[in-house]
């Protein structure tokens, strides 16, 4: 059995379920990157934080810690939505002259979610790139604009 004050691991989906703002079951306790300290950092300059060593799922995971009630949420917030907007446009920028530099370096450093838009970045420029020169013979409509569509009409029929 724990005694009261026990400090433990336990998966996030727990932790979510446990915590009662009413009755204390549990309180969390911020993993370092999200702590001052390391809000500062961020602050100074997001670019050159390996944010894959940190924690590959940084922005997914920061904004799931913000169901707890942490007094630090607001400056939590902030620091990830700062941090994405500082890295953004030299992901973008990186995914776009990726054919010309060597990106492997900057890459092996992103969050799981810039990666997936430094590989969306890469593909759009691929294949305007092929439409440009005749190889694709239309561009087709995103999946997600497809599906948007789609949901559109149905939410109408009803």
């Known amino acids: ?12 989906w727990l932790a979510k379920g446990l915590h009662d703002s009413k009755r204390r079951i549990i309180s ?19 670019n050159v934080v390996d944010l894959h ?14 169901n707890f009630d942490n007094p630090e949420n607001p400056e939590i917030a902030q620091t990830i939505l700062q941090t994405f907007i500082s890295r953004f446009r030299r992901i973008m920028d990186s995914s776009q002259n990726a054919y010309n530099e060597d990106t492997s370096a900057l890459v092996a ?16 420029l691929n294949d305007f790139q092929c439409w440009e020169k005749g190889q694709a013979s239309q561009i087709t409509a995103s999946s997600l604009v497809q599906n948007y ?6 939410d109408m029929d009803g």
């Not at 969390?28 to 997001?46: C, G, H, M, N, Q």
């Not at 569509?149 to 149905?154: A, D, E, I, L, P």
């Open 53 to 66: 060593k940190m924690g590959p799922y940084y922005y997914g995971f920061g904004s799931q810690l913000l």
């Open 109 to 124: 450093r992103l969050d799981e979610l810039e990666r997936a838009l430094f590989r969306a970045g890469q593909k759009g």
């Open 1 to 12: 059995s724990f005694m009261q004050g026990s400090k433990l691991e336990i998966p996030l």
């Open 149 to 154: 569509g789609k949901r559109k009409f149905t």
């Open 28 to 46: 969390v306790e911020l993993p370092k990157i999200y702590k001052e300290a390391w809000r500062t950092v961020f602050s100074a300059d997001a």
